[in-house]
């Protein structure tokens, strides 16, 4: 019955529930800011481009978007229809970024706990709120 689902689906599915969690409705901004760590590396919120794009209001921005940043033809390509990183899509992304965009260039391999991707989607949203 479920056998046309792909893992892809799947993830899809358990992420989005997540982000209608307790969990996710007790996101800690604080606890966002600790999670960014594992982003920092290429990611900045200074509004200049590392080896990824600024994330300076990442959130509800336009996908593939940033300016003076070289996206991956896939990442440009998951952006052509208008999506937005909503917090929907940064959860998919955030577990599983290669799942999400297939020929990403970016090597990370996801946030694996649910709490944690909601915490650093609640430190997107607004830096200061981690202060």
Excluded at 70 to 99: I, N
Aim: hydrophobic share 45%.
């Amino acid at each position: 019955m479920f056998k046309h689902f792909t893992t892809a689906t799947w993830l899809s599915a358990i992420v989005a529930a997540s982000l209608f969690s307790p969990a996710a409705a007790a996101a800690d901004a604080t606890a966002g800011k600790k999670a960014f760590r594992l982003c920092a590396a290429c990611h900045a919120l200074d509004g200049k481009n590392r080896v990824g794009p600024h994330l300076d209001g990442v959130v509800d921005r336009p996908v593939a978007s940033v300016e003076g940043f070289r996206y991956s033809k896939a990442m440009v390509a998951f952006g052509e229809d208008g999506k937005v990183w909503d917090e929907q899509h940064l959860a998919e992304y955030l577990a599983a970024p290669r799942t999400t965009v297939k020929g990403t260039t970016m090597a990370f391999a996801g946030v694996k706990k649910p709490e944690d991707i909601a915490n650093l989607i609640e430190f997107l949203k607004d830096p200061a709120a981690a202060d």
